[in-house]
């Protein structure tokens, strides 16, 4: 059974660089697609980005310009750096595993969700 | 403010049956994306509910059930159970994976 596991600072200084691993354990890395999702106090769920084995990534067009996942395969990891935070970036990040699907109607047919959370690490940006 | 709109909570009692919206447009749902649900227990993680509009991963009681109109989608919950209190989120692609803002559902 595959299971994600967050670490990182929970304290970054305004203007300072956010930096968190989550660790794949149980399973292999060498697929799926690897995702980070954040969510504000007592607010809702915003989608970063991810990324493929291969170290394609996706970002959030709005996050975009200050976001870096990358991948170690060969310490089954996978990171998020977010560069020059304000406090409008604390939040608790979950990393999440992307995985294909099946349409349990038509075997034809495949989905892409995220299908297995982490357990969530809060960050706070305070000086 | 989240493209995919949700009512902010809903509420029923045990035994009965709630619906929970989710509104996109024709960038989004009404694209023909699909959409997927996940239950966020109290200061746990999201769980996936519903994936693909209508399929539920193993383990998820047939309870939940969910389903796609248009630039709609909804997320069904019968036979109401204190165990169901949580927040649900709709979740969708517009160039990015999208999600709703939530909905808190209570049992009374």
């Known amino acids: 059974q595959v299971q994600l596991q967050e670490s990182g600072p929970g304290l970054v200084k305004p203007s300072e660089t956010l930096s968190l691993t989550c660790t794949v354990s149980?399973?292999?890395?060498?697929?799926?697609?690897w995702s980070w999702i954040r969510q504000p106090p007592g607010k809702g769920l915003e989608w970063i980005g991810h990324?493929?084995?291969?170290?394609?990534?996706n970002y959030n067009p709005s996050l975009k310009s200050r976001v870096t996942i990358s991948v170690d395969m060969s310490k089954k990891q996978f990171s998020l750096r977010l560069s020059s935070v304000t406090d409008a970036d604390t939040a608790v990040y979950y990393c999440?595993?992307?995985?294909?699907?099946?349409?349990?109607?038509?075997?034809?047919?495949?989905?892409?969700?995220?299908?297995?959370w982490g357990q969530g690490t809060a960050v706070t940006v305070s000086s | 403010q989240s493209v995919l709109t949700q009512p902010p909570s809903v509420s029923g009692a045990p035994g009965q049956k709630v619906t929970i919206s989710c509104t996109g447009n024709?960038?989004?749902?009404?694209?023909?994306?699909?959409v997927h649900w996940y239950q966020q227990l109290p200061g746990t993680a999201p769980k996936l509910l519903i994936f693909?509009?209508?399929n539920r991963p193993s383990g998820v009681p047939d309870r939940f059930s969910g389903s796609k109109s248009g630039t709609s989608a909804s997320l069904a919950i019968t036979g109401l159970q204190a165990e169901d209190e949580a927040d649900y989120y709709c979740?969708?692609?517009?160039?990015?994976?999208?999600f709703g803002g939530g909905t808190k559902l209570t049992v009374l």
């Open positions: 979740q969708s692609y517009g160039g990015s994976p999208l």
């Open positions: 149980g399973g292999s890395i060498s697929s799926d697609y």
């Open positions: 990324i493929y084995h291969s170290g394609r990534t």
């Open positions: 999440a595993r992307r995985a294909q699907l099946r349409d349990g109607y038509n075997m034809d047919y495949y989905y892409y969700a995220l299908d297995i």
């Open positions: 693909g509009n209508t």
């Open positions: 024709n960038s989004n749902i009404g694209a023909g994306y699909v």
